[in-house]
């Protein structure tokens, strides 16, 4: 195993000038110094190093969670699409009672002046909405009056819904 040593002037001169300036100190002023060195060494290392280095942890950490909301809130939203999906075509009881059955609810469909009110008795809220979305995206139905009812299970609804054309 060799051992290069390489000299580097700029350094050797300033060694040397840190030398001749430790030199031309007296006892009392070298404890001061030392002293000194020794109380401030502290505080440099912890607001010159510990700090920044905290916040940058910390930027980075709320830089993460922006992006792993954004991306859940991408992922959430689907793939975008220009195709439209396939309108709905029937009386709006079969477009309701249609759409409501692949989402895995059971719609009791009436007819009222104006449209048709839909009852369901019991459905998970997330169906419900799903369901809504969809019928609002493929079928000329709207909706007039909404009113969900919360169940006693976790997450269970019961809703009825007037819709109009």
């Not at 007296?26 to 001061?32: A, C, G, M, T, V």
């Amino acid at each position: 195993m060799r051992i290069i040593v390489t000299r580097v002037p700029a350094l050797d001169a300033a060694l040397i000038r840190f030398d001749n300036w430790w030199s031309g100190l007296s006892r009392r002023e070298r404890i001061l110094v030392i002293a000194a060195s020794v109380l401030l060494s502290p505080a440099i290392l912890v607001y010159g190093v510990v700090k920044p280095l905290q916040s940058a942890r910390a930027d980075a950490l709320a830089d993460i969670r922006t992006y792993e909301t954004l991306s859940a809130r991408i992922r959430a939203a689907g793939t975008l699409s220009t195709v439209r999906p396939a309108r709905r075509q029937g009386p709006p009881a079969q477009v309701a009672t249609g759409s409501a059955t692949a989402f895995g609810l059971t719609v009791t469909p009436e007819v009222i002046p104006g449209g048709i009110r839909v009852a369901i008795p019991d459905a998970n809220y997330d169906s419900v909405m799903a369901w809504l979305a969809d019928l609002s995206g493929s079928s000329d139905l709207r909706v007039k009056r909404l009113s969900i009812q919360r169940r006693p299970a976790a997450g269970r609804v019961s809703v009825n819904v007037d819709f109009g054309g």
